[in-house]
């Protein structure tokens, strides 16, 4: 199957969060399966300079007002899933981030970037490919490639079928009702039952509307976004589409994320022989500052620093623990008042609080393996994928039960227990789990059974793939099943 990917973002060339891992591992375990998987993205500086080897295999101009853009093939390192990436030097070769600027502004121009990435991937879904190859399915992920259904609606068929991906639906791309005409939207697309949304052009809710199946990153997630105010004023649209929504829960990149051969730690362990976890903590407390106490519980952290992610609940909750004896390590960035009072943390607290407010791929590994227990108290969580991380680590997770994580972790209060699981999203649910898995750490033997549950439970891509696999054919069927 011709399979296009595209996509705003691809660890290891660029990333801002969970999309990019994704991106990177998908496509390779769908290529692992015989597919024929190419993934489309933004030539950004990063990227540009990444990919060494790169050559040109086609000129053209996606917009007939618009100046002419390049497309690149390339691979990508170690899996070699083959690259299509857009150049177009004037929007995406720039300082900072690939949707922000150095002091946190959105660029002004994204409905463009985005606009662009979405036309190029439709015409590569079409007759009007500008190469010698046209995919039969395109997976579009989230607002920045929502506008591809509304292309390919637009072209005469024979064309791809498309799935989209929700990776987070409060994400929308909604913007203002004008960048409709500059990106070729015709009018008769502007309407409730099409790309506007409350006034606005939605680049979603075009993703939502025209393309073939929909699809979201966990199954309790596509349920929370049809039944719940967790839609964000898509419920509706959804409810309507509910028969062509699905959930599939991620899986992780296992020869990245394995702690026997993980090039970021100090030492090695695995589910047979854990003595090498103690020495990464070790190694953990060392740099980070911390007291080096091979009994104090290392609570973990890797975030970013939102209202989302329930890290207010956890700033209330930290104090009663810390005097008890339980250490911190936080690595994350995000809201600044979040980011000052996790400082301000840090400095009430020196030798038992470490807060890094950067993106450090080296660390976040090494606290994964180094922590004792990893918190991810998420309001809501679409899947998440560093509780996956933390059970493979053996670091046993404190999770709400949301989203992917309710369908990711098993409580410890059950057989085959991989984490500690709490419902109401507030302080006490919180504080109190936290304390109970804290006890389960000093409770060797009990602890241990949990971490090697968590270390043996298959978090692969091998079964999401051949899901995905399934319902690319379900899209491509000519009537819905």
């Known amino acids: 199957m011709r399979i296009l990917f595209a ?9 801002t969060g969970g999309l990019a891992d994704v991106s990177a591992s998908l496509p390779a375990a769908l290529q692992a399966l015989g597919q024929d998987v190419r993934v489309l993205l933004p030539g950004y500086t990063q990227v540009l300079d990444a990919l060494k080897s790169k050559k040109v295999v086609a000129t053209f101009k996606p917009f007939e007002d618009q100046a002419e853009v390049r497309l690149l093939s390339a ?53 009007s490919s500008p190469v010698n190859w046209q995919a039969e399915l395109m997976h579009c992920n989230d607002w920045q490639t929502g506008l591809v259904p509304a292309y390919l609606h637009l072209e005469q068929e024979p064309h ?4 989209m991906a929700i990776h987070n639906i409060a994400f929308q791309g909604n913007f203002d009702h004008e960048w409709a005409k500059h990106l070729h939207l015709p009018q008769s697309l502007y309407h409730m039952h099409g790309v506007e949304f409350h006034g606005h052009l939605s680049f979603l809710k075009a993703g939502l509307q025209y393309a073939d199946r929909i699809v979201t990153v966990s199954p309790t997630y596509a349920h929370e976004i049809q039944a719940t105010e967790m839609g964000y004023g898509m419920q509706g649209l959804l409810t309507v589409r509910s028969a062509q929504v699905s959930g599939i829960l991620n899986g992780i990149d296992e020869d990245e994320w394995n702690p026997a051969t993980d090039p970021h730690l100090s030492a090695h362990y695995d589910e047979q022989d854990l003595s090498g976890k103690a020495q990464v903590k070790q190694a953990l407390q060392q740099r980070l500052g911390l007291e080096v106490d091979a009994q104090a519980p290392l609570l973990g952290v ?35 008042e979040f980011e000052r009072r996790y400082q301000l943390l840090a400095q009430r607290y020196a030798g038992r609080v470490s807060v890094t407010t950067r993106f450090d791929e080296p660390l976040s590994h090494q606290i994964m393996a180094g922590a004792d227990i990893f918190l991810m108290p998420s309001r809501f969580e679409p899947c998440g994928l560093n509780q996956m991380y933390g059970m493979r680590y053996g670091t046993p997770p404190v999770v709400r039960r949301t989203g992917g994580l309710a369908d990711s972790v098993t409580n ?37 059974r949990i971490q090697l549950n968590g270390m043996k ?3 692969s891509w091998r079964h999401s793939a051949q899901l995905y696999l399934e319902l690319y054919k379900a899209s491509m069927a000519k009537q819905d099943q």
């Not at 996509?7 to 990333?15: A, D, V, W």
């Not at 992610?309 to 700033?315: A, E, P, S, T």
């Not at 250490?327 to 995000?334: D, F, H, K, M």
Request: charged share 20%.
């Open 7 to 15: 996509t705003s973002e691809m660890h290891p060339l660029i990333k």
């Open 75 to 127: 691979k990508m390192p170690v899996t070699g899933v083959p690259l299509y990436v857009l150049d177009a030097p004037h929007y995406y070769c720039r300082v900072a981030g690939p949707y922000q600027y150095h002091l946190g502004g959105d660029w002004p121009d994204n409905p463009m970037r985005f606009g662009l990435l979405s036309r190029v991937a439709a015409m590569l879904g079409s007759s």
């Open 160 to 163: 791809a079928k498309t799935v």
């Open 302 to 336: 890797v975030s970013r620093l939102t209202y989302q992610k329930g890290l207010d609940l956890l700033l209330e909750c930290l104090p009663i623990l810390l005097d008890s004896g339980a250490q911190l390590a936080v690595l994350g960035s995000g809201d600044a």
């Open 412 to 448: 410890a209060s059950l057989d085959g227990g991989t984490g500690f699981v709490f419902d109401d999203p507030g302080v006490a649910a919180l504080q109190q789990t936290i304390k109970w898995a804290i006890e389960c750490y000093r409770d060797a033997p009990a602890f241990r």
């Open 457 to 459: 439970k298959d978090v």
